[in-house]
């Protein structure tokens, strides 16, 4: 259906009125370049609008073109760019003086002409009798356009007024700080004044607007190209504020406002506009300059404090706000993420008593006014002494604004704005909170995806990693992981502290090649299998050996490489074995510092049968190990040679007494363009040392007793006579059950440290002994076992090279 509007037929609503005061109020500046953008906002504010645009004919008058908008973007509500001036759409019937008013059934039947929106809007279309073209407004709600919206739109029609086209020549004069773009080309004509903005002298300048492109902050180039593509450009008259580089300091920010001038025949569509200083314009930025720098702060913002700072420091400051509070949405439930200004005082009572963690009451459900935002969508606006909830009204007693944060069909999160002295919501600042809760929500549910996923990839990072480092005898081990910031890939850098017997540690550390789950996975498989080579008892070289035909038998592409440091903590000597790794860095007791000449292999995972020798490392007490991965030593500015003398200056330059601090430091020069693992050990020597001796056992018919009269006369020389009965017994049922269930060679082990007496019997089964859980009186063995736990604090078992050692421990007193 098509009706015409007669005259009158609404009165003189409240609504109507106000509406003619914001229009009066914006014709008094009839020159200003956003004048025609602030008029269709009126149709938002007044009339319900979702959408209004106003479409102007070309230079030819075939085409309508849509020259300026407000509101949702218009490709969502099926809006396209231009429509014939002599075709059947509401756009042109309006342009030939005809109001039109379409409801959704409406629509529907004209659906397949594609010559209006998608069928779920009502749709007017008034003409403009000053300028020509046409007026059109889309609104979203159930009942379209009601009696005082279609006066309020009469009026918005009647306010729009265009000046005379602008018609450039090629050689025309340009007025100061005026440019001219042929859309088609990409030639510039562009005044002396605005090359000098750019820093360019008139014969430096080649017409090119690459070259000035080329001259800008690269993160703003993306708006810029915005408006010299001519797709994008289609839409109208265009504002906004872009930064160049300068020789020397900040960028020099600039504003450029430009209007598409439709081509006709042999005539190429032309940009014209100027350019000039934001600087030097009034110190209060436009709304749409604010928008635009919210939104490119926003594109930047990774998380969702990152979101909310943006938001505060778009918004606090331009609106003389006294406080801004962002929240997240979270199952109903609304979870403080920013509030600005930090300190408690400034709040309400209420927020103090959950400060920083949610809101007083935090479920929506539980404040009306919120959960009615929320629901509805839109902003709401509550002038001073609104009656409000009391967690929401202290907010903002002079007057409050409630931002819904919408993304996509849902709700993100909501921003509540508060004065404290009386505030005027003019229309501009209204349209301003609505672009910028439909920027944060988008950006806030991107940010709330980066969170999970690096929360994610963090909690995996740490399953993967020690969750805390051994205590160790003489010696204090830090470590530190730093994951990179570029991505949210899971890292392959590792570390490791391995206790080993008889007082010895290993050190490990390595990365494997990738930044993906497949490296994370492979990293925690190496890490496990050196640390299960490592307690079996092998050599150093024997560990790095079998981890690297382990890794040869998992058939993956990937390789690793691996450092492997066993100190023996007794006699303060270490075996390095590199596997394609970086060297350790050691820091003596008087400050110098060395990197380590340690012989090194090939990568885990290259070449199946390799080498991978040992070299010596000797140990001071005071001294430092430092091991890392290159994610700390190599660059793009720097090698890694470079990076590892760096390295090695700053530990000479550290203090060995406060390791976390030292490893801090360290980790804080990181390049961060790769994930970082530091392993520290400052090894202080061991004020007692253990005493051991060992013993063959002969597979002779008195093994046993040989076995009892060793360790007698080792407890005698060591000072011990007494209470030495029970250990005795035990040397017999140990020795005993290695002999008869076991072939090959037997050892026995004593070692005396701080009155704990250690025995310990390795023999060449892997099989370990089991308790058993009853015995009978016809039962002729399986008691050895029982009576070693009866007798002993405390044994155990342990697998070791070729077998397993079985081990008793006892308190002498």
Known sequence: ?????????????????????????????????????????????????????????????????????????????GVRDSYP????????????????????????????????PSRDFHLAALPVRRGGGCL????????????????????????????????????????????????????????PGTLELFGLAPGDFDGRVETLLALTVPEDLPSLMSVVEADHMSIGE???????????????WLRLRGRLLPGGE???????????????????????????????????????????????????????????????????????????????????????????????EAP?????????????????????????????????????AVLPLPAGNRMAGACLIGWDAPHDFGADERALLTAAAGLAGQALMRARAFD????????????????????????????????????????????????????????VIGDVQGHNAGAATLMGQMRTALRAYAVEGHPPDVVVSHANRLLMDMETDLFATCCYVDVDMEEGLAWCVRAGHLPPVLRHPDGRTEIAEAEGGPPLGVVRQSDFPMSPLRLQPGAVVALTTDGLVESHEADIDEGMDRFARQLAGSDPARLGPVADSLLGKAPRSDDVALLLMRYDGMTSR????????????????????????????????????????????????????????????????????????????????????????????????????AVSATWGTLPVSGGKQVWAEFVLG
């Open 238 to 252: 265009r504002e906004l504020e872009f930064r160049v580089l300068q020789p020397a300091g900040p960028p020099k």
């Open 85 to 116: 001036a002599a075709g059947r759409s509401p756009v042109a019937e309006a342009h030939r003086g005809r109001p039109v008013w379409l409801a959704p059934e409406d629509l529907a039947a004209q659906a397949q002409s594609r010559r209006v």
């Open 266 to 360: 042999g005539r190429p569509a032309r940009l014209v506009g100027s350019v000039a200083d934001a600087a030097t314009l009034r110190s209060d930025i436009t709304d749409v300059a604010r928008v635009q720098r919210l939104a490119a702060a926003l594109a930047t913002a990774v998380t969702v404090r990152d979101v909310g700072k943006a938001v505060v420091a778009a918004l606090r400051r331009p609106l003389r706000a006294d406080r801004i509070a962002l929240a997240e949405l979270e199952n109903e439930r609304l979870v403080v993420t920013v509030l600005d200004p930090p300190e408690p005082e400034a709040w309400p009572e209420l927020w103090r008593a959950e400060w920083r963690t949610e809101w007083p």
């Open 690 to 789: 253990p005493l051991r001796e060992s013993w063959t056992v002969w597979r002779v018919p008195q093994a046993v007793g040989h076995a009892r009269r060793f360790t007698r006369r080792t407890l005698r020389s060591w000072g011990v006579t007494e209470d030495i009965d029970a250990a005795l017994l035990a040397v017999s049922e140990l020795v005993t059950n290695a002999l008869v269930h076991t072939d090959g060679q037997v050892r026995l082990d004593l070692t005396l440290v701080g009155g704990r007496l250690r025995l310990a019997v390795a023999d060449s089964s892997p099989r370990t002994p089991v308790k058993p859980t009853s015995i009978g009186w016809e039962a002729t063995g399986g008691r050895g076992i029982l009576l070693v736990e």
């Open 136 to 191: 059109l407004a889309v609104s979203e709600r159930p009942g379209g356009f009601g009696a005082d919206d279609r006066v309020c739109l009469g009026l918005v029609a009647d306010a729009l007024v265009f000046p005379p086209p602008l018609a450039l020549t090629e050689g025309g004069e340009l007025p100061p700080g005026g440019f001219s773009l042929a859309m088609d080309t990409g030639r510039v004509r562009v005044d």
């Open 452 to 507: 999970a996923e690096h929360e994610l990839v963090g909690m995996l990072q740490r399953q993967l990693l020690p969750r805390r480092l051994p205590r160790l005898p003489g010696a204090v081990a830090v470590a530190r992981y730093l994951p990179s910031t570029a991505g949210l890939e899971l890292g392959g850098d590792w570390y490791d502290v391995i206790p080993l017997p008889d007082n010895h540690v290993a050190l």
């Open 364 to 400: 929506v459900r539980t404040m009306p006014t919120l959960a009615a935002a929320l629901r509805e969508g839109r902003a709401s606006i509550w002038p001073a002494n609104s009656p409000l909830e009391t967690a929401l009204a202290e907010v903002g007693p002079g007057g409050l």
């Open 1 to 77: 259906m098509a009706n015409v509007v007669s005259e009158g037929a609404a009165g003189r609503s409240t609504r109507t009125l106000r509406a003619e005061g914001a229009l009066t109020a914006i014709a008094v500046d009839p020159d200003a370049p956003e004048r025609v953008r602030r008029v269709l906002e009126q149709a938002l504010v007044f009339a319900g609008a979702a959408f209004a645009a106003v479409f102007t004919p070309g230079a030819d008058g075939e085409l309508l073109f849509l020259t300026e908008s407000a509101g949702m973007p218009r490709t969502l509500c």
